[in-house]
C-alpha cells in the first residue's frame, strides 16, 4: 500500500478486493503538492485490474485550485481507460471548492457504492 506522507498531507493508495482502488487524503492540498496529488490519482487509475477509483475526502481540511487540478486529473486519467472515479466524504472547505467549481455534480456521486469505510475516520 503506497503511502506519501509528508506533513501538512498524507496519500494513502490501495487496491480494495472486487476492482475497487480507494485513495484516502487527508490534511491540506494546495500548490506544493499538486503535482504529488495529480500522480498519486493517476497511478490509481492506471492501476491493473481497476474498474473504480474511490477519493475518500474525509480527513482533507484544505483544497485549492492544484488539489482541484490533482482530482481532475484523476478524473479523466479514469475515464481514458474506461474505469469509474468517484469522490466520497467532502465535507466544510473542501465541499464547499467542489460545489463552488462545478466538480460535485461530477466528482461526488452518491450512486456508486463507496469502498470500505476508512478505519481511522
Known amino acids: ?10 496519500i494513502i493508495s490501495e487496491p480494495i478486493p472486487g476492482g475497487l482502488f480507494r485513495v484516502r487524503l487527508a490534511g491540506e492540498f494546495d500548490m506544493s503538492v499538486g503535482d504529488v496529488l495529480s500522480k498519486a490519482l493517476v497511478d490509481a487509475a492506471r492501476h491493473p485490474g481497476v474498474t473504480a477509483v474511490v477519493v475518500d475526502l474525509g480527513r482533507t481540511s484544505f483544497l485549492d485550485s492544484h488539489g482541484v487540478a490533482g482530482l481532475v486529473a484523476g478524473y479523466e486519467a479514469a475515464a481514458r481507460a474506461g474505469r469509474h472515479f468517484t469522490a466520497v466524504n467532502a465535507r ?3 465541499k464547499d471548492v467542489l ?18 469505510a476508512d478505519p481511522a475516520s
Open 99 to 116: 460545489d463552488i467549481t462545478g466538480l460535485s455534480e461530477v466528482l461526488l456521486d452518491r450512486d456508486h457504492p463507496a469502498a470500505p
Open 92 to 94: 466544510g472547505l473542501v
Open 1 to 10: 500500500m503506497p503511502v506519501v506522507n509528508t506533513s501538512p498531507f498524507e
